[in-house]
């Protein structure tokens, strides 16, 4: 035994020089992981028991790989795609709502006519498809990461197809409402999606790229499908507006084949379903409660402003109590909500004066076959803001941008305040005035999805859609309610348009200065802006929050 244990002194030396070489590769392989370590550092507790129990019930709660099969591109998989890889199918989920959305406004006289149904009873369409889309964009933004993205979208996607094609055959005013309510909701699901292939898919340096194509890809949209969808009107019915979605889900289903999963986490057991009706509650509350209020029904808003109040409450304290919460609290108090905030304020300026330019262009004598083209040409100049944006927000911080542009927002709409009333000043100051108001709107757009990094993208994925439909509330309620004030007050019935729309551009007026406040104090520097002219260091706003599991402080 003893010999068999024996070494001769070459043996050793050659023991010796293995031993020595191991220990240099291990030294490199420790370097090498410290120089690429990611922005994520762990934060160390008090309690070290307290953490190990966390990472061991986070790494449970994580299921392995997905399994990738032969249809699977490779260039459709998380953390490897580009825009182009996944255009295809962004381009025709895109096209569904937008071109819902864009087409519905134009079907409603022919609807209110077949119906036999007022005006505010029509408005109802619109209405119900965007309290669905307030009501579930979060919760089912958090649901894919449990279901999986893939998953999710093709359930999604096929539900309404289903319900657009019931809709295709109805001719009932209620039941129209109601189904729409119900299209709403499923077409905010694979919205916040479609935001999750966009901005997890493509790698972190393809990532903002993939974002601000996205938004020139939608603006394109807003200008074609109007058109398109006047021309099926007149030619086939409003009913058509509800079969064209329909055979784009289907085009869209396609196209989502060759996309792979991302990792699904979390438990169903741990899915915050109070906390999911509560933020509903909330947010359909407070979207009807100024619907109500539009309209003078003082009496159920009254009653929806005290619904909203509690369901924040609930909310509240569901959130706190829930294993895996469907909006962390902690998340609300970081830069999130700051750009929050001023993307909803962007929305509600942009449509209010999309809702006030079809009747500030009739008041100055354009002809009504003019409109329509006028404000597609505004959508074109929308597009152009939206390619000038992407340049320059490649080269300059936010921080120093956006505030510049709120500044010749502002100048802008005080100019249109002053020359609305002569014809083609009126055209002239449009023009310009949604220029700049569609720029910031989609600059705040696209923070909303990379103002957090890529692990916390399923919270925030739902609150595009949920920005808009806040948006267009309050831009509806701040247009009719001055309106009638200005009706009620002034008895001049030849300066009450002018007066009117004096009083909505100031009050917007009053909101870019918030904005600009906002954008110039709060937004701060995200690290990977380091590289573009204006960077601080000393300005980086660094996002704390501690996830379910895992603490972390993860800088943006």
């Known amino acids: 035994m003893t010999d068999q244990c024996h070494f001769s002194p070459e043996e050793l030396i050659e023991k010796d020089i293995l031993a020595q070489q191991f220990e240099q590769v291990a030294q490199e392989v420790e ?22 129990t966390d990472e061991t019930e986070h790494i449970e709660s994580q299921e392995p790989l997905p399994k990738k099969y032969w249809w699977h591109w490779k260039y459709n998989s998380p953390g490897n795609s580009n825009f ?84 295709f055959f109805i001719n009932d005013f209620i039941s129209l409402v109601i189904i729409r309510a119900f299209i709403g909701a499923t077409t905010s699901g694979f919205l916040s999606t479609r935001n999750m292939f966009v901005s997890s898919y493509p790698s972190d340096e393809k990532r903002q790229q993939s974002v601000a194509n996205t938004l020139i890809l939608r603006m394109v949209q807003q200008v074609i499908y109007p058109f398109i969808g006047q ?89 706190k109590l829930a294993k895996s919460p469907i909006m962390p609290l902690g998340l609300l108090k970081n830069p999130l909500v700051d750009v929050l905030f001023t993307n909803t304020m962007n929305f509600a300026n942009t449509l209010s004066l999309q809702f006030l330019i079809p009747q500030i262009l009739k008041h100055v004598l354009f002809p009504d076959s003019i409109i329509g083209a006028m404000s597609s040409i505004g959508s074109a100049f929308g597009v152009a803001s939206t390619l000038l944006n992407n340049i320059l927000t490649k080269k300059i911080v936010s921080r120093m941008l956006i505030p510049a542009v709120y500044l010749l927002l502002f100048v802008s709409m005080g100019i249109f305040a002053g020359v609305f009333q002569f014809k083609y000043g009126a055209l002239i100051m449009f023009f310009i005035y949604i220029f700049f108001s569609i720029w910031v709107q989609q600059h705040t757009y696209a923070l909303l999805l990379t103002c957090v990094p890529r692990s916390l993208s399923q919270y925030v994925c739902g609150l595009p859609p949920l920005s808009r439909t806040f948006g267009s509330s309050l831009a509806s309620c701040l247009n009719q309610s001055t309106f009638q004030i200005v009706a009620i007050v002034l008895k001049d019935t030849q300066k009450q348009f002018s007066v009117s729309v004096i009083c909505v551009v100031a009050f917007q007026m009053a909101l870019v200065v918030l904005n600009f406040l906002i954008s110039l104090i709060r937004y701060g520097n995200p690290e990977n802006e380091a590289h573009k002219k204006g960077f601080k260091e000393h300005k980086i706003r660094r996002l704390k929050y501690v996830e379910e599991a895992v603490g972390e402080d993860v800088t943006v």
């Open 231 to 319: 021309a099926i009107i007149d030619a086939a019915g409003w009913q058509y507006v509800h079969l064209v979605p329909a055979v784009l889900i289907g085009i869209s289903v396609l196209f989502l084949i060759p996309f792979s999963q991302l990792p699904r986490q979390g438990k169903w057991a741990h899915f915050d379903f109070f906390g999911s009706f509560s933020l509903a509650v909330l947010l359909v509350s407070f979207a009807l409660f100024f619907t109500f209020l539009t309209f003078q029904n003082f009496i159920p808003a009254g009653i929806l402003g005290v619904v909203f109040v509690l369901g924040c409450v609930a909310f509240y304290y569901s959130e």
């Open 31 to 52: 370097e090498h992981s410290k120089s690429s370590q990611p922005d994520i550092i762990i934060a160390t507790t008090v309690n070290k028991n307290q953490d190990e």
């Open 84 to 167: 182009w890889a996944i255009c295809p199918y962004v381009f025709f989920v895109c096209s569904i709502n937008q071109f819902d959305e864009s087409v519905i406004p134009l079907a409603l006289p022919m609807i209110q006519k077949e119906l036999n149904i007022t005006y505010a009873e029509a408005q109802w369409l619109e209405t119900s498809y965007y309290l669905g889309t307030a009501a579930t964009s979060i919760p089912f933004s958090k649901m894919a990461s449990l279901v999986g993205v893939v998953t999710l979208t093709q359930i999604l996607l096929v539900i309404t197809f289903i319900l657009y094609i019931a809709a």
